[in-house]
């Protein structure tokens, strides 16, 4: 059985510039959840994807974005990177049913923007 | 917003019973405690879980009161690769987690 995995697990970027951050979620696994870490906060909740339709979502602007694909993997997109994007990008799969005692988190992504 | 308070860090010698505090005075009847730890440069961990019952599994205890309003997880015989940050986290339904702070736990040689 294969956890999550996250690509690229370094990232830096310059203001202004657009970011795609990916996610395969674990077998048998069909909800992927995304969550922003920031340095010495506990994550928050990006939003969720569910047969490829958000289910979901915190308070985080639109330049935030999400797909998920058929295979259940999933993809998070910011536009119009700003400083405080800055943050360690969290993946969660779970399934469907489990609640939340199921997700299974990867190790994530560290994006830097300068 | 978390519905959780917990003391910001925590020290434990190895070995020794590791007491993790927890207060989630506004709990609904509905709600569980879930309890997740983040060891560093990698993602949360599922540890435990519990609606109204004390509950145990391979990693840990859940001591929950007879109000719900507070909640203990113990980790009967810590080891060096238990130092982490421990969250409690109460909510119903699947869709998501609400972290707050945590707990950083420092288990000591």
């Known amino acids: 059985e294969t956890g999550v995995t996250q690509s690229p697990t370094h990232l830096i970027k310059t203001r202004g510039q657009q970011v795609t951050l990916r996610c395969s979620s674990q077998s048998g696994h069909n909800t992927v959840s995304w969550y922003q870490q920031a340095l010495g906060q506990g994550p928050q909740f990006i939003f969720q994807?569910?047969?490829?339709?958000?289910?979901g979502r915190g308070n985080f602007p639109p330049r935030f974005s999400g797909l998920q694909f058929p295979n259940y993997s999933s993809e998070l997109n910011v536009n119009a990177l700003e400083l405080d994007d800055s943050a360690l990008y969290l993946c969660a799969s779970s399934l469907s049913g489990q609640g939340v005692k199921g997700y299974t988190f990867g190790s994530g992504t560290r994006l830097t923007v300068v | 917003d978390a519905k959780t308070t917990q003391p910001t860090s925590m020290d434990c010698a190895e070995g020794r019973a590791a007491n993790l505090p927890c207060n989630h005075s506004t709990i609904s009847g509905n709600e569980y405690v879930y309890w997740y730890r983040q060891i560093h440069s990698q993602g949360p961990q599922y540890i435990i879980h519990?609606?109204?019952n004390n509950e145990t599994n391979e990693m840990a205890s859940l001591i929950i009161t007879e109000d719900r309003k507070s909640s203990t997880l113990i980790l009967p015989h810590a080891t060096l690769r238990d130092t982490a940050v421990y969250y409690c986290?109460?909510?119903?339904?699947?869709?998501?987690?609400?972290f707050g702070q945590g707990t950083r736990l420092t288990i000591n040689p």
């Open positions: 994807y569910y047969r490829e339709e958000e289910n």
């Open positions: 986290i109460v909510g119903a339904g699947a869709q998501k987690l609400v």
């Open positions: 519990g609606l109204k």
